[in-house]
């Protein structure tokens, strides 16, 4: 249980810090530098999705013996 609310607490804050970084960037894309923190928070975006994804991956239940498809 512990490992679960590590992952999905360190998943969402990767999400909200990467977020803000991209939204900084692309607000102050104008000025030099500006795409640097654009490029961090779009990758930072990527991976968190990926953690979540490999949350959801750890923690779903097995399939059911002898089930075939979608109707098994």
Known sequence: MIK?????TSSLSLAWLSLHSL????AHWAQKGAPVPA?????GLIL????ILATVR???PPPKPGG?????
């Open 39 to 43: 490029a961090a928070g779009l990758l």
């Open 68 to 72: 075939s498809g979608l109707l098994g």
């Open 58 to 60: 750890v923690y779903r």
């Open 23 to 26: 939204l900084f960037g692309l």
């Open 4 to 8: 679960l609310l590590l992952l999905y």
């Open 48 to 51: 968190a999705g990926r953690l």
